[in-house]
């Protein structure tokens, strides 16, 4: 059974792209194309589609409110130029966030997800929840992962540290890790700097769970956090770590 998809994207050249790198997937069905916000509701609610790829910079009505009006929920897969909403996306729970250029091989990943969230019976996104992600001022007080075919959601104030790894976060929180697809520095952003410390490139500490600094190599700290877990700072991270202790 073939995945029944919708493009939306404003610009002809570039829906033409995702087109034809659509074709090239045998399990994949485009219904339907779209070049601005409203057509792309009225199109979701009549056809619904099980995936929409869709451009969040889009005339009329921007992708984000696009999913704010419609009634269908498909899964969505963010196309964009930019990276600046890419805590929205997760937040939301799209399936995937692409930005262009994006080739063959990075859409079949993101493929991939989509056909995994379908056969998993996983809900869509929650897109009700679109206005409050985007007060991009205001720290996330939760963070939403998936787990199984389940989506649950994760208190900033129990997450102990975040570590980046590529385009992803390994969040530990509770004695568990889940793994979310969002930059660590996209993340930082939207985190209250109050309780959370980057130590390092790749690590995010709640300063709420730190339990011992141990000095190392003179002008470095060992982090101890409550759990036992060990993180390395930067030596101009540490500078940071001095200012909150002293």
């Given at each position: 059974?073939?995945i ?23 399990e ?12 792309a ?36 897969i ?32 993101a493929?991939?997800r ?39 959601p ?17 969040l ?10 969002v ?18 490139k ?21 982090i ?23």
């Amino acid at each position: 059974m073939k995945i029944r998809s919708l493009i939306a994207e404003d610009e002809p050249l570039a829906r033409r792209k995702l087109r034809r790198l659509l074709d090239e997937f045998e399990e994949v069905e485009v219904i339907g194309e779209c070049g601005d916000g409203l057509d792309a509701v009225r199109a979701i609610d009549q056809l619904e589609p099980q995936i929409v790829f869709l451009d969040i910079q889009l005339p009329g009505l921007t992708g984000l409110q696009v999913l704010e009006r419609i009634a269908h929920r498909p899964h969505v897969i963010f196309t964009t130029a930019y990276d600046r909403y890419a805590v929205t996306a997760f937040e939301i729970h799209a399936t995937d966030y692409l930005v262009k250029p994006f080739g063959k091989e990075r859409l079949a990943v993101a493929i991939e997800r989509a056909r995994d969230a379908l056969r998993s019976g996983l809900r869509p996104g929650t897109y009700d929840r679109v206005p409050e992600t985007l007060v991009s001022d205001v720290p996330l007080t939760r963070l939403f992962v998936r787990t199984r075919n389940k989506v649950i959601p994760v208190a900033a104030t129990s997450i102990e540290h975040l570590e980046g790894e590529g385009d992803y976060v390994r969040l530990h929180a509770h004695g568990d890790e889940h793994l979310i697809h969002v930059r660590l520095k996209d993340l930082e952003a939207r985190l209250d700097p109050r309780h959370f410390l980057r130590v390092h490139k790749s690590h995010i500490i709640n300063l709420d769970f730190l339990d011992a600094l141990t000095p190392h190599e003179g002008s470095r700290y060992l982090i101890t956090l409550r759990s036992g877990r060990e993180v390395l700072a930067s030596r101009s991270r540490s500078k940071e770590l001095r200012k909150q202790i002293v």
